[in-house]
């Protein structure tokens, strides 16, 4: 199936990471110019070598919490590869803490590298969008805004803000010809996964082994999921075929998510 979107300019934010990368190597195989930016630019570095098989990407070391950094950057895309059509918003999350108890400071930080700095990018290329009438926000969160998971108290309640706003942000500018969705990554064998569950088998005196061997169990596929699975979902939803999807929650999970 040819997704239409040869050409198309597309920025994902944490693309030196494992879900970040597979969504930025997705998209370049579909002939997208992609943007890899990430706080590790040596990180990004390393997704950027997708122009080796003759896409062609750009490296941005971009801390996305640093909002007075938005103008500029966005101008150097424009520049090296035109307006930004593609949105990926994905950002790292806070440490593992209990609901209860954390500072206001804490709150506040996080708050801001995890909600205001997503919005505030959203917000700076929209305009383009929807001169163009066409354009795709795609922000991914976590299982956790659908089934709070134990211990990721701060995780769980912030990412939850940008499913209302995204979902309210998608009937505002449908009729512009543009989308936005939420996709929920369930367990994938990222770098993330392996260090909350390092984190989980500290906690409870076990081996890391264990743990993995039970939250495998409890995934109906059987297995954790590929990087490459979710970044191919996330570029269909970028696509002209996904263009009657918006405002939803996608999941990408194996059917781990046990409500409907």
Do not use: C, H
């Not at 700095?117 to 922000?139: C, E, Y």
């Not at 940008?162 to 942000?169: A, C, H, P, R, Y």
Request: zero cysteines.
């Amino acid at each position: 199936m040819d997704l239409e979107l040869k050409g198309k300019v597309a920025l994902v934010f944490g693309a030196g990471g494992g879900l970040g990368g597979a969504i930025a190597r997705s998209l370049a195989g579909e002939g997208v110019r992609v943007v890899v930016a990430d706080i590790d630019e040596a990180a990004a570095e390393n997704t950027t070598a997708i122009k080796g098989a003759g896409n062609e990407a750009l490296t941005m070391g971009w801390d996305v919490g640093d909002l007075s950094t938005i103008e500029g950057r966005l101008a150097s895309i424009e520049k090296a590869f035109g307006s930004v059509d593609i949105l990926v918003n994905n950002t790292g999350g806070p440490p593992p803490t209990p609901a209860a108890g954390q500072s206001s400071q804490d709150w506040s930080k996080f708050f801001d590298s995890m909600v205001r700095s997503v919005i505030a990018v959203t917000d700076a290329v929209l305009p383009g969008m929807r001169q163009r009438k066409w354009g795709r926000i795609i922000t991914s969160t976590s299982s956790g805004v659908v089934a709070p998971i134990p211990n990721l108290g701060m995780s769980n309640a912030l990412r939850m803000a940008l499913v209302g706003w995204s979902k309210t942000l998608a009937a505002e500018v449908g009729r512009d010809g543009i989308t936005a969705n939420i996709v929920l990554p369930g367990r994938i064998a990222t770098g993330r996964i392996t260090f909350l569950d390092e984190q989980k088998a500290k906690r409870e005196g076990r081996s890391v082994e264990e743990v993995a061997a039970q939250s495998t169990a409890s995934i109906p596929v059987g297995r954790y999921g590929r990087p490459q699975e979710y970044g191919d979902a996330v570029t269909f939803l970028a696509s002209p075929r996904a263009s009657y999807i918006t405002g939803s929650v996608i999941r990408i999970d194996g059917g781990l998510i046990p409500s409907i």
